[in-house]
């Protein structure tokens, strides 16, 4: 029923809760998971070389964050792809689900509120309404 499940992850966001519940889905199904950070970046928006030191720090950051999930998941006999790309969350988490024949997504969501709420809105909101496939939000403290 899955075979191949997308686990977004936040360059600077913790996914500790998140990786238990997408390998216990793997395991069940035997599927390869697919861990992907996306790197929201405004510097092509704005066109700020200066913005492109903040980039590198958030690209190093996903590379970590995707590498810490396929550790946990690899040591408990999931295959596991990664993936680091630039763009809008949302946006790529959709491209992502298309491009990589996507089954499920299992995804971490955190508590914001108020005016960050209001600004940045909610990735897993709109990856939930965008999604072609069924999504599973696992909440974060």
């Known amino acids: 029923m899955y075979d191949d499940i997308l686990l977004p992850v936040a360059p ?30 405004l510097e092509e928006a704005l066109g700020d070389p ?7 720090r958030l690209e190093t ?4 964050r995707v590498r810490e999930a396929e550790t946990e998941l690899t040591d408990r006999g999931i295959a596991v792809d990664t993936h680091v790309h630039r763009g809008t969350p949302h946006e790529a988490i959709r491209t992502a689900i298309e491009d ?18 209001l600004l940045l809105g909610s990735i897993t909101e709109r990856t939930i309404r965008q999604s072609p496939v069924p999504v599973v939000s696992v909440p974060m403290e």
């Open 100 to 117: 990589l024949d996507i089954d499920l997504v299992v995804m971490p969501t955190h508590s914001r509120e108020g005016l960050e709420r």
């Open 50 to 56: 200066q913005l492109e030191t903040l980039t590198e």
């Open 12 to 41: 600077d966001g913790d996914t500790s809760r998140a990786v238990p519940h997408v390998a216990s889905l793997a395991e069940h199904y035997d599927a390869r998971v697919h861990v992907l950070a996306v790197v929201d970046t």
């Open 61 to 64: 950051a996903a590379h970590d």
